[in-house]
């Protein structure tokens, strides 16, 4: 069984920063892509950033220059460091992964149950 949890949602100000942790656990033998989603309520879920197994980042228009994507392979973890929030920013954050659990022939994805931003002041 594979999850992914995720932490470090909250309320911050505008202007303010946060960091989204999520780690993956379980049955894993490989993890490729990483990363970061956002649904606001009443819009679709978008992509916020994502990051492949070697490090390579791609990140929604909104928040380049703003947030920054990071792993750490060893530990099957994702960051999300997140400055200059913006009332916009406001959503509900999950974090998703591309694995390959032991024992399976073909990689899935897996999301989290997702951790709350709010950007008010």
């Known amino acids: 069984q594979v999850q992914l949890l995720e932490s470090g949602g909250g309320l911050v100000q505008p202007g303010g920063s946060l960091r989204l942790s999520c780690a993956a656990s379980g049955s894993i033998f490989s993890i490729n892509s990483m990363g970061w989603y956002r649904q606001a309520p009443g819009r679709q879920r978008e992509l916020v950033a994502t990051i492949t197994s070697t490090g390579g980042t791609n990140y929604a228009d909104s928040v380049k220059g703003r947030f920054t994507i990071s792993r750490d392979n060893a530990k099957n973890t994702v960051n999300l460091q997140m400055n200059s929030l913006k009332p916009e920013d406001t959503a509900d954050y999950y974090c998703?992964?591309?694995?390959?659990?032991?024992?399976?022939?073909?990689?899935?994805?897996?999301w989290g149950q997702g951790t709350q931003v709010t950007v008010s002041g």
């Open positions: 998703r992964a591309n694995i390959l659990a032991n024992g399976d022939m073909w990689w899935q994805i897996y």
